[in-house]
C-alpha cells in the first residue's frame, strides 16, 4: 500500500540532498520550524496543507510531487512519449514530462508555409521562442519579427502572436513560457 507519509519523508530526504542544503537552511527557507521539518524527513508527520505548500515552494516542486511515489534519480521518456498537439500545420510537443510550477517548455515544427495562431496567456506571462532550424515568424500584437537559427524572440505571452514559416524547409523552435508570477 502506498504510504503518503513515508513518500513526504522519503521526497523531501532525496529533494533536499540534491539541492545540497542542510535542514535548518531549507526549513529557514520554506519558513517553517527545523524541528517542523526534521519531523517532516522522518515520514510520521501529519503536516497541514500550509506546511505542506511551504515545503513545496522551497523545494520548488508540487505538492503533488511531495507526496507521490519517490522517482528514481533519472527516467528516460521515450521518443513520442510526451503529449503532442497539432494547431495549425505545426507540430507542437512538450518538452518537459513533470509539471514545472509556473513554467512551460515546448518543442514546435512547422512545415514549409506553416503557420498557427498562439493562445495569449494569462497577464503577465513572457514568452521566449528560441529558433533551431530554419526560419519562423512571430507576429506578436501587429508585430513581425523574424528569427533564423539561434535567434531567441521574447514578448509578452499574453499578447495575440502567431508563428508562421515562411522558408522552403521544415522550420523548429523551441518556447519557453514563464506564466506570471513563475520567476519572470
Request: contains cysteine; hydrophobic residues 35%; proline residues 9%.
Amino acid at each position: 500500500m502506498d504510504d503518503p507519509a513515508a513518500n513526504l519523508g522519503r521526497n523531501l530526504r532525496q529533494l533536499r540532498a540534491a539541492r545540497g542544503v542542510s535542514q535548518g537552511q531549507i526549513a529557514r527557507a520554506a519558513g517553517i520550524p527545523r524541528a517542523t521539518w526534521s519531523n517532516l524527513e522522518s515520514g510520521g508527520a501529519n503536516p497541514t496543507l500550509a506546511v505542506l505548500s511551504a515545503a513545496a515552494a522551497a523545494l520548488g516542486v508540487s505538492v503533488e510531487e511531495l507526496l507521490g511515489r519517490p522517482r528514481s534519480e533519472a527516467r528516460l521518456h521515450p521518443r513520442g512519449s510526451l503529449p503532442v498537439r497539432h494547431p495549425g500545420s505545426a507540430v507542437v510537443q512538450k518538452c518537459l514530462p513533470d509539471p514545472v510550477p509556473g513554467a512551460e517548455i515546448e518543442r514546435m515544427e512547422l512545415p514549409p508555409g506553416g503557420r498557427f495562431t498562439g493562445i495569449p496567456h494569462t497577464p503577465g506571462t513572457r514568452e521566449y521562442l528560441t529558433c533551431e532550424r530554419g526560419i519562423i515568424e512571430v507576429s506578436v500584437a501587429g508585430e513581425l519579427h523574424r528569427a533564423g537559427p539561434g535567434d531567441v524572440v521574447s514578448f509578452r505571452g499574453d499578447a495575440r502572436h502567431g508563428y508562421h514559416n515562411p522558408g522552403d524547409e521544415p522550420a523548429v523552435a523551441y518556447s519557453v513560457v514563464v506564466l506570471a508570477g513563475g520567476g519572470a
